[in-house]
């Protein structure tokens, strides 16, 4: 037996569908409602004919029998006798003639009743003519005329109700039966039409709702089961044919599984991949989740690592402030250095980066191995140390003797031996410079170097700077000019900053042509004040304006050979600038004019 077909509603857009489901019903219904008013007009014409006829038969008997009565009751002899016939006479002619002439009305569109009721009329006419002319000869004494009319009467009585007008009469009263009739079947079709409509309006409306919701219920309860079916994780199946808004939102949505499938696969190549130990942590404090890379770093198993607490690996005397420092990343992010074991018990050093998933309800974290990093630490701050304890007293102790030499407590040096000893002390100065800028940056980078701050004028800010560097620029002349706001106050160190100001105007010396001029400018801008270091000097190529404050950056290559300096003191500027909350910039001056500013702000003192 073949299987049955399932009916379906063509594949077009659900718009369509639900334009279909109103107009289809609406178009049937107005159908419906045509039919309707034409069997119902067809049953109002039947039951006005039925009125009509049943009128014209009305109005016929009326006639007849008001014929039958001016015949009868205005014989000739009795009007004469009374001596009242003209009144009596006026009286029934007046009902004769309202019949005639209704029944004129009703028979106009009918040749043959029309012509039945004109010739009944015309015998009336007559009959009532001979009536009056026997009344006025016996009146006048014309006896033989009277007698002659009453005698002939008769034929006009026959005349008015003539064979004619009786089956007029009679057609009439079978034509009104016949549309009474008429009207009852029309009534009758009227009330079927009327049951039949609404029962196929009823049924086709159900079936097509039926038909458009079941293709859309499918359909979605299929989209429905590919959704639950992402989310127990099994495949999705076949897409959902046809070109509607479902089938367009299956294959997006399709794409859109296949696009985090994808995604969610690199996610675990990541994962799976990454040297970095990446791994979520309950409320508890529990591993729940750890990536493959827990065996390069702990030397533990992944699995084995689960349901552990992580404190079981925690340096002890980093327990307490990592769980502090977790109790504070419930609200925001944080990044903290720990000590932690190994499996074999050797203790690494790790960098923590966690964010708190309050949806989750639980820590991600991801673990960066950084012990070489700090191993490198390490190593540089006893470099560091050795400099400071192992070079720099030497260094001084050479210079002493350099400076002894120089001033002739040995014995007097020959030229050539006095420009060897300026040689020998000028290289001795700037390595002690470079030891002290190492010294500097290193206490900068260990966050070991503490500001002093007090509230200072600027003015007072740049004659601390002032005194250092006032003989060299004498040396080459160089005017240093004060201008701008220079009783602003400032929360800074002094010391610090005054060491800004002398490495800035120091290079501005260097860089810049003998009996120029060097500008130091103070000015208010909000919080903060800003100060210029303004020279004359050859300005700095554009590109490399940035550059500059890099660690050991110069210029030109033969900058630190001509003209000195560790390469070290505008990164120590940029640094010390911004640990007062400052910044620090450098630009060629405006409208063509040689030179370069430094500019630097420091926090107005509120």
Known sequence: MPE???????????????????????????????????????????AREAIKQAEISDCTNSLIKELYTLITTNKLGDLVKEGNSGEFRIVERAKVEKELNRLKELTAENRKQR??????????????????????????????????????????????????LLELNKEV????????????????????????????????????AYLVTNSLTKRLARLAEKASAVARGEALGGPIEGTDEIARVDRVFTNMVETLEEANYRERAILENARDLICSISKEGKFT?????????????????????????????????VSNALENTRNSSAQFEVQMYRADGKLIDVLWSVHWSSEEGALFCVIHDITERKDAERLRQEVVKMVTHDLRTPLTA?????EMLDSGMSGKLDQEAKKLVERADKASARMSLLINDLLDIEKIRAGQLKLQKAQ?????????????????????????????????????????????????????IKFS????????????????????????????????????????????????????????????????????????????????????????????NS
């Not at 533990?300 to 980093?318: C, K, P, S, V, Y």
């Not at 400032?490 to 120091?506: E, F, Y």
């Not at 430094?598 to 107005?604: K, N, R, S, V």
């Open 173 to 208: 009263r079978e034509e009104s039966r016949a549309a009474a009739q008429a009207q009852s079947e029309k009534n009758s079709t009227v009330k079927v039409l009327i049951n039949v409509l609404l029962f196929s309006s009823v049924t086709f409306s159900l079936l097509l």
């Open 513 to 604: 042509p003998e009996k120029s001029t060097i500008v130091l400018e103070a000015e208010a801008t909000g919080q903060f004040v800003k100060i210029r270091v303004k020279d004359q000097g050859r300005g700095i190529p554009r590109e490399k304006l940035q550059e500059i404050f890099k660690e050991f950056a110069q210029v030109e290559e033969r900058d630190a050979r001509e003209k000195g300096g560790s390469g070290l003191g505008l990164t120590i500027c940029k640094a010390l600038v911004e640990m007062h909350g400052g910044s620090i910039w450098a630009e060629n001056n405006a409208n063509n004019e040689a030179g370069t500013s430094f500019i630097f702000t420091l926090p107005a």
């Open 4 to 46: 049955a077909k399932e009916l379906r509603v063509p594949n077009i857009s659900i718009v369509k569908k639900g334009l279909l489901l109103v107009l289809v019903p609406l178009c049937f219904e107005i159908a419906a409602v045509l039919m309707l008013q034409e069997a119902v007009m067809q049953a109002d014409g039947a």
């Open 456 to 508: 200072i004028m600027t003015g007072e800010l740049f004659d601390l700077a002032l005194d250092t560097v006032l003989a060299l620029s004498q040396q080459k002349q160089i005017e240093i000019r004060l201008q701008g706001q220079l009783e602003i106050e400032v929360s800074a160190d002094p010391d610090r900053i005054a060491q800004v100001l002398v490495n800035l105007i120091g290079n501005a």
């Open 289 to 321: 989740a750890v990536s493959k890379a827990a065996f390069n770093l702990f030397g533990i198993e992944a699995q084995d690592l689960q349901g552990r607490f992580f404190t079981d690996l925690m340096h002890e005397a980093d327990i307490k402030r």
């Open 398 to 402: 050479v210079r002493h003797v350099l």
């Open 115 to 164: 012509q039945v009721i004109a010739d009944t009329e015309t015998a009336y006419k007559q009959a009532s003519k001979e009536i009056e002319t026997g009344v006025q000869a016996f009146a006048a004494g014309d006896l033989e005329r009277f007698s002659y009319i009453k005698k002939h009467l008769g034929r006009y009585a026959r005349a008015m109700v003539s064979p004619e």
